[in-house]
Nanobody, 115 residues
Framework: QVQLVESGGGLVQPGGSLRLSCVAS????????VAWYRQAPGKERESVAT???????NYVDSVKGRFTISRDNAQNTVYLQMNSLKPEDTAVYYC?????????WGQGTQVTVSS
């Protein structure tokens, strides 16, 4: 059973930064890719950023140039660096690890952007 533990969320003012961490209970090299999703109140869950096994990444348009996803294979950790945060980035952020057979989800971490 794979466990994913997110951390790093919190309350930040508009324009501020946060770094989210997702620590896996197993080697992240065993996954095809790892992604960060978010869900805001009253909205559908959306994919924010994905990094695959080779290290290449992609982002939803709304965060391009502001968010960066990265991985530390030795620490079994995937990060999401979030800069220039906006109130519309407020959501619960989830880490998702994927193989061909199934997905594993973390419990989520709350990010609130407000003055």
């Amino acid at each position: 059973q794979v466990q994913l533990v997110e951390s790093g969320g919190g309350l930040v003012q508009p324009g501020g930064s946060l770094r989210l961490s997702c620590v896996a209970s197993t080697s992240i090299l065993s996954f095809n890719n790892v992604a960060w999703y978010r869900q805001a109140p009253g909205k559908e869950r959306e994919s924010v950023a994905t990094v695959n096994k080779s290290g290449s990444s992609n982002y939803v348009d709304s965060v391009k140039g502001r968010f960066t996803i990265s991985r530390d294979n030795a620490q079994n950790t995937v990060y999401l660096q979030m800069n220039s945060l906006k109130p519309e980035d407020t959501a619960v952020y989830y880490c998702v690890a994927r193989t061909y057979f199934r997905d594993w989800w973390g419990q989520g971490t709350q990010v609130t952007v407000s003055s």
